[in-house]
Each structure stands twice: as C-alpha cells, then as structure tokens.
C-alpha cells in the first residue's frame, strides 16, 4: 500500500511542480501566434537559428498563410504547404529572394514536416533586437588549463573538442 501512495504522488504536488520556462512561454504565445497563421511558435523564437545572424537582423517572419480550398478538395489529398510573410528591409529584398529556397528548406527541416513551400516578402522596417553578446576568445592561459583537464582523453579529436569546449566555458565562467 505504502509502494503504491509513492509511486502516485497526490494530484496537487504533481500540478506545483516547477515547470521550464520555456514550456511556460510557448503556451501563451502560440494562441496569438495562431492568429497570423502560425500552429505553434517554433518559426518566431527560433528565427534567428533559422536565419542565421545576419538575414535575422534585416528579416521578421510575420505570418503563414496556408491555401484556401474549396469544397471540391478531397479528405485523402496531401495538404499543400503554407506561405511564410516575411518583412525584410528594403536593400536586402533581392538577397533574400535568392535565398528563399534555402530558407524553406531550414524551416522545414527545423519543424520536421514540409509546412513552408514559398516565402512571400514585404518590404519595411524590422523591429530591432537587442545585438547579441560577443564573447572574446579565450587566452592562451585558458587554453592551457582546458588542455591539462582533458589530458587523459585518448582519441585526438575528441579531446581536442573537449579543450576548445572546456576553453569557452572556463572564459565564461567567474574565476575565484
């Protein structure tokens, strides 16, 4: 009886448990999202790894439009794939057209289904983001003292990845 009370912990310390924030966030976004056309939020907050840098600074996906279709459409018919809005700023129009293609595919290949088929652009202003940290590179001293921590790796390149690895996170880390 007593095996049975733990392994089902009462219903109320199940609900308080601590929750990741990013659950949190996406449960509220995704219903203004699905106004704009977009089913959940992944597009939005990962634009930047989608994009990459540099076109994320000068484009903002603003909404998906998917196919509207008639009666005539069968049930068993593929769903044909959405139109993603994008805004980019006016002197890079061309570029991101040329890119297009591309973009489509690290969309899709992002949310694992083939949900954009085109990219629609609208020239305009695009809302500013905080630049991201740069961090410096890591000294000669850390270097050295990633590579003393992984000196009984044996395998050559998986050591020196745990060097560089160790390097930046010592480089990010307070010293004491």
Same mark, same amino acid.
């Given at each position: 009886?007593?095996?049975?009370?733990?392994?089902?912990?009462?219903?109320? #310390?199940?609900?308080?448990?601590?929750?990741? %924030?990013? =659950? &949190?966030?996406?449960?509220? @976004?995704?219903?203004? $999202?699905?106004?704009?056309?977009?089913?959940?939020?992944?597009?939005?907050?990962?634009?930047?790894?989608?994009?990459?840098?540099?076109?994320?600074?000068?484009?903002?996906?603003?909404?998906?439009?998917?196919?509207?279709?008639?009666?005539?459409?069968?049930?068993?018919?593929?769903?044909?794939?959405?139109?993603?809005?994008?805004?980019?700023?006016? #002197?890079?129009?061309?570029?991101?057209?040329? %890119?297009? =293609? &591309?973009?489509?595919?690290? @969309?899709?290949?992002? $949310?694992?289904?083939?949900?954009?088929?085109?990219?629609?652009?609208?020239?305009?202003?695009?809302?500013?983001?905080?630049?991201?940290?740069?961090?410096?590179?890591?000294?000669?001293?850390?270097?050295?003292?990633?590579?003393?921590?992984?000196?009984?790796?044996?395998?050559?390149?998986?050591?020196?990845?745990?060097?560089?690895?160790?390097?930046?996170?010592?480089?990010?880390?307070?010293?004491?």
């Amino acid at each position: 009886m007593l095996e049975r009370a733990m392994a089902n912990p009462p219903a109320k #310390a199940r609900r308080n448990a601590p929750k990741p %924030l990013a =659950d &949190l966030i996406g449960g509220a @976004i995704d219903p203004l $999202l699905a106004k704009q056309g977009f089913g959940e939020s992944d597009i939005i907050m990962s634009w930047d790894d989608i994009a990459g840098e540099r076109l994320a600074a000068v484009t903002q996906p603003l909404k998906l439009q998917w196919p509207h279709h008639g009666p005539k459409r069968s049930p068993e018919a593929a769903m044909e794939p959405a139109t993603l809005v994008l805004r980019v700023e006016g #002197a890079f129009a061309i570029e991101v057209q040329h %890119l297009s =293609d &591309l973009l489509c595919q690290r @969309i899709n290949a992002r $949310l694992g289904w083939r949900c954009v088929g085109r990219i629609a652009l609208r020239q305009g202003p695009v809302e500013r983001r905080a630049p991201k940290k740069r961090i410096s590179p890591p000294t000669k001293e850390v270097v050295d003292q990633a590579r003393s921590l992984s000196q009984g790796i044996e395998d050559e390149a998986l050591r020196e990845a745990l060097t560089r690895l160790g390097a930046r996170v010592l480089t990010q880390t307070p010293q004491k």
